[in-house]
């Protein structure tokens, strides 16, 4: 999982095995973020509509932003909010940008460590490149 600022650069990951649910795993990475980032609002997709995670998200000031789903009754996201999940390409972009890179596309290691370690490095050349591009 991977948390992006609003111009595609990582702001925090976290590396697990593929079967827990990502909205149990949304608080750890919002964890890993650098401590001077404070995340306001959060755009996910519809996987993440969840009232118990909105209500824990609100407890720490975050904004979810995620479209409702299909089944849910009284709805929670009216269209001026959901303006700002256009901006969701961002983040498909940055992991595109992570999966240029083959060694993070699958993963060869046998230890998580190892793995986020590659990411992390990933993370810093895409830092790098981004700026170094800027001037």
């Keep these: 999982m991977l948390v992006v600022d609003g111009r595609?650069?990582?702001l925090g990951s976290l590396v697990t095995s593929a079967s827990p649910y990502e909205g149990h795993l949304l608080e750890p990475t919002l964890d890993s973020t650098y401590r001077g980032e404070r995340v306001r609002r959060l755009i996910c997709d519809r996987g993440y509509d969840d009232d118990k995670l909105r209500r824990r998200l609100e407890e720490r000031g975050i904004d979810l932003i995620a479209p409702n789903k299909r089944h849910r009754?009284?709805?929670?996201?009216d269209g001026r909010k959901l303006r700002r999940y256009r901006r969701r390409w961002t983040v498909e972009r940055t992991m595109a940008w992570l999966h240029n890179n083959r060694r993070l596309v699958s993963r060869w290691e046998r230890y998580s460590e190892m793995y986020l370690a590659f990411v992390h490095v990933v993370c810093i050349l895409l830092i790098v490149n981004r700026f170094c591009n800027s001037f």
């Design 73 to 77: 009754v009284h709805k929670t996201q």
């Design 8 to 10: 595609g650069l990582p």
